[in-house]
């Protein structure tokens, strides 16, 4: 009977081994409870087990990483919550126990340890502007028309991103994705100068389901968009630069002008007199001739910080050298009186002071002998025509500087009459004409000194800061609009870095049409 006697053997150490593992005597087992230890989401709380009842009063918690979370003990587990904004994405963590002994104090777990890793990183990547990396993510710059765009590190499910605009949510119908959901075009009609946030709400997750673990808030803000003329040769990825602005006499000595007609924008206002005078902006390199070039008035300073430029006249009286020429308000430019660069000569075929002329090449030269910063806009390149305007109407007319405008429908350009008679831009020998024509009614007051000290005509002022009325024509049409340049009110002319820009009756920003654009400034009482 040995062979019983070694079996009852063998069943008695079974069951005291059985026993052992049963009781205090095997020890605190723990483990980790998680769904996937080696994807733990950002915000999701990590549990450790145990095997038995036990008491974590005393137990300290610790890990290996910096990390802020709190502790919530229970008999048979203790569960860590990280606290805002969560773990750290695409880490590996190492929780370590202190002593955690049984509920009966009959046995210690001690020094346990477990590791777990968090989920990639979901974020922003960034902001792009016309599919371009804005390079400040948080500070972003971009045209009216720019297409904005958010990137994320990740495939993103849509349905659960909310765009915030400066704290409203864009609607849905106005958020563009891309097919693999890693960017979403905001479909977003921003006002120039006007900033914005950009953000993105909580509960946004990846398609696989992980949240956001990091957030942006970027301000954004777009610069107006200027027209240009084809003739200046202004094309995609243009970088802006100081424009060129040239004031023009226009009395009748003066005629025939140079140079006028491949300006991307000219300013016409009434000088002394009743008669007019102009400001040719060009915003790349002006015409081989330009010319005759006349004295500067109240108006340019306001012109050369608004557009960023380099102002060129033949002179001042001593009231407008005053804001021309002394702190805070030196106007960036050369005037003839005192230029000792040779910017500008004198022709044979026009009397003084009728024939001070300056070039194109003498102008870029007093561009680069400047170097002015770029200016806070963007100038459009020649683009297909935008019907903005809504009623007909062919002839604008601005009885104030004595000109008219005939709508010729086969070129779509507004011919150009002064005084009843055509006028004729020199370099072509062709009637001047115009893609858009804009009526701007500004404030204007007396400046308080004397313009001409033969006549005793005094200076104009003129308000082109704030918002006005307007009236813009284009392609056979009108639109009544309003102009906005600076901030208005209190805000000196040198702290300006706006040029104009137009909205129409309904609020929306103008994109005005290629080719060269004239404006009139009516001034109040005119």
């Not at 610790?62 to 880490?91: H, M």
């Not at 009609?189 to 942006?216: H, I, M, W």
């Not at 870095?497 to 103008?510: L, N």
Request: hydrophobic share 35%.
């Amino acid at each position: 009977m040995l062979w019983a006697a070694a079996l009852i053997a063998v069943i008695a150490s079974i069951g005291i081994t059985v026993l052992v593992l049963n009781s205090p005597i095997a020890g605190v087992h723990a483990h980790l409870d998680v769904a996937n230890s080696d994807h733990v989401r950002v915000q999701e709380p990590v549990t450790v087990r145990f095997d038995q009842p036990v008491d974590l009063s005393r137990t300290r918690v610790t890990f290996d990483l910096n990390a802020g979370y709190e502790v919530t003990k229970k008999s048979d587990r203790l569960i860590v919550t990280p606290l805002d904004p969560g773990w750290t994405a695409d880490k590996r963590y190492t929780l370590v126990l202190g002593d955690v002994p049984n509920s009966k104090h009959s046995a210690t777990l001690h020094g346990w340890r477990t590791t777990f890793t968090t989920q990639p990183r979901v974020g922003i990547a960034g902001l792009s502007v016309d599919d371009k990396p804005a390079p400040d993510p948080a500070n972003v710059s971009m045209r009216q028309t720019s297409k904005l765009a958010i990137a994320f590190t990740t495939a993103m499910k849509p349905a659960t991103v909310t765009v915030n605009i400066s704290g409203q949510p864009l609607p849905a119908d106005r958020l563009q994705w891309a097919a693999n959901g890693e960017s979403v075009t905001l479909g977003v009609l921003p006002y120039p100068y006007k900033p914005f946030t950009v953000s993105v709400g909580d509960g946004a997750t990846s398609t696989q389901g992980d949240p956001l673990t990091t957030k942006l808030e970027a301000t954004v803000t777009a610069q107006a968009l200027l027209p240009s003329n084809p003739s200046s040769n202004i094309g995609p990825g243009f970088q802006t630069v100081p424009p060129i602005e040239i004031v023009i006499e226009n009395s009748g000595p003066a005629r025939n002008q140079t140079g006028l007609q491949d300006a991307d924008m000219v300013y016409e206002y009434i000088s002394e007199y009743g008669i007019g005078r102009m400001t040719a902006i060009y915003f790349n390199k002006p015409p081989g001739l330009v010319g005759p070039v006349r004295s500067c008035r109240m108006i340019n300073p306001y012109l050369g910080f608004a557009f960023g430029g380099e102002t060129m006249c033949s002179g001042a009286s001593v009231g407008t050298l005053h804001y021309m020429f002394y702190d805070p308000y030196l106007v960036p430019g050369s005037i003839n009186d005192f230029d000792r660069g040779n910017h500008f000569f004198r022709v044979d075929f026009k009397p003084a002071p009728h024939n001070v002329y300056t070039t194109g090449d003498n102008a870029v030269r007093l561009r680069d002998e400047w170097h002015l910063p770029p200016p806070n806009y963007q100038v459009d390149p020649p683009h297909a025509d935008i019907d903005f305007a809504q009623a007909a109407d062919g002839s604008p007319s601005v009885p104030q500087h004595g000109v008219s405008w005939a709508y010729d429908a086969s070129i779509k350009q507004y011919l150009r009459t002064d005084q009843g008679t055509p006028f004729i831009d020199d370099q072509y020998h062709t009637q001047v004409h115009a893609k858009n024509v804009v009526v701007m009614h500004v404030g204007s007051h007396d400046a308080g000194w004397v313009e001409d000290d033969n006549g005793g005509a005094h200076s104009v002022w003129y308000d082109m800061l704030g918002t006005g009325l307007a009236d813009i024509w284009s392609n056979g049409k009108a639109v009544h609009a309003t102009w906005h340049m600076g901030a208005g009110g209190p805000q000196p002319f040198y702290d300006n870095r706006q040029p104009v820009w137009f909205t129409d009756e309904k609020g929306g920003v103008i994109e005005l049409n290629s080719g060269l654009t004239w404006v009139h400034v009516v001034g109040s009482g005119q």
